[in-house]
């Protein structure tokens, strides 16, 4: 925002930033307002993505990716998909290659790996993951979904609500209940795809936000799951889980960042050019002291991220850290987009306004991922110890 040279990308990084934006001006923002009326992305753009490179990066070489094991690049994605403002794919895309992908390649079989990551890096399959069901949101324990041990394989039964990508997925890391007496401990994950028999999804739901985001219901009556389709061990999910969650959370408030930027970036643009009272907005000093309060909160928040993706690059990504960055990172999303919103008067609220939908989106940030309140006790257990 304010120029600031940023240490933590270096000059490739950089070039494989030009080649991410010039893709997203080409293929990503002129589909986005259809995408939205389709309540999807359509499956072309995410094979598109795969012939760029841009999906599974860091999947090994054996598997079709490039192995790149650099979070930085990963960052670079989230990022410039999050400043085109097209809320539904900078969400969508990243859970496929930097959520879901991740407990695959950590906790599959070499057998799962072989089936899934290829094609996940392609772009013909589509990955979700599902934690939360009707019942059971922020409390994973309470999860009801079950697997029953029949031997070679398992059979479950049960639903999942708010699946991100859940429409068009091809293979979800489905979180189940091995163990009902054990709590957390009783908590498996196994893969299960869209060809096996009883598995079934709902319509898209109406959201307030991310318009152009399959976010619906999954629905499982006796699904026969292979014994190959458990990933790590039985009962460890919930650990699985927990250390995946870091990455997650530092993925949505990268996004939290670039979004809110876009919506700044955009009022910016607006104020320059509205006139009130025979002067533009921009000259109104309440204007200007809003924009710089944004501005300066956007890039303390841009640093602090740059910090943890360093961190995490480094293998020192701490779990508690992570969620203050989730936690402030979409407060401060929320803020912006309604401080933009006013700056925008009533063409503020109107869909054809990018801020309209930027506020719209921003919303359901503080919720998934684990909400906002869970992501202040995590924290609160780390200083207390």
Same mark, same amino acid.
């Given at each position: ?37 389709? $309540? ?34 990963? %960052?670079? @994605? ?61 409390? @994973? ?18 639903? $999942? ?5 859940? =429409? ?32 079934? $999804? ?21 699904? $026969? ?12 999910? =919930? ?14 408030? @990268? %996004? ?9 970036? %955009? ?21 200007? =002291? ?29 779990? %508690? ?65």
């Amino acid at each position: 925002m304010f120029g600031l040279h940023r240490s933590l990308f270096s000059e490739e990084h950089e070039l494989f930033r030009q080649s991410v934006r010039a893709f997203i001006a080409k293929e990503i923002i002129p589909q986005n307002a259809e995408w939205e009326k389709q $309540k999807m992305v359509s499956r072309d753009s995410w094979l598109k993505l795969g012939e760029n490179g841009f999906l599974g990066i860091q999947a090994p070489e054996c598997y079709g990716g490039l192995n790149i094991q650099d979070f930085r690049y990963n %960052a670079v @994605l989230i990022e410039e998909l999050g400043l085109s403002g097209c809320s539904g794919p900078a969400i969508g895309y990243p859970l496929h290659s930097d959520i879901v992908m991740p407990y695959i390649l950590h906790y599959a079989t070499e057998a799962a790996k072989k089936k899934y990551v290829p094609k996940m890096v392609t772009g013909e399959f589509i990955g979700a993951v599902a934690m939360t069901e009707p019942g059971a949101g922020s409390d @994973l324990q309470g999860m009801r979904t079950s697997a029953v041990d029949k031997g070679d394989h398992y059979v479950v039964n049960g639903s $999942k609500t708010f699946i991100t990508n859940g =429409f068009l997925a091809d293979v979800v890391v489905v979180a189940v209940k091995t163990d009902p007496n054990k709590g957390a401990k009783g908590i498996s994950l196994l893969l299960i795809d869209k060809d096996m028999p009883g598995f079934s $999804k709902g319509v898209p739901f109406e959201k307030v936000g991310l318009h152009a985001q399959d976010t619906c219901e999954l629905f499982f009556e006796d699904v $026969k799951v292979p014994k190959e389709n458990l990933l790590g061990k039985p009962g460890d999910g =919930f650990k699985y889980l927990m250390t995946e969650l870091a990455q997650e959370r530092l993925v949505v408030a @990268l %996004a939290a960042v670039a979004l809110a930027e876009f919506a700044l970036k %955009a009022t910016i643009d607006y104020v320059k050019q509205r006139k009130a009272f025979g002067k533009t907005i921009s000259e109104f000093q309440n204007t200007r =002291f809003k924009l710089a309060e944004m501005a300066a909160a956007l890039e303390q928040g841009r640093i602090y991220c740059d910090y943890l993706v360093q961190l995490h690059n480094e293998g020192k990504l701490d779990p %508690a850290m992570a969620s203050a960055a989730k936690y402030n990172m979409t407060e401060l999303q929320c803020k912006v987009a309604d401080e933009c919103v006013q700056l925008h008067g009533g063409y503020g609220y109107m869909w054809e306004y990018g801020v309209a939908r930027a506020w719209a989106d921003a919303r359901v940030q503080r919720i998934y991922a684990g909400t906002n309140e869970i992501m202040k006790e995590l924290i609160a257990r780390k200083i207390l110890g």
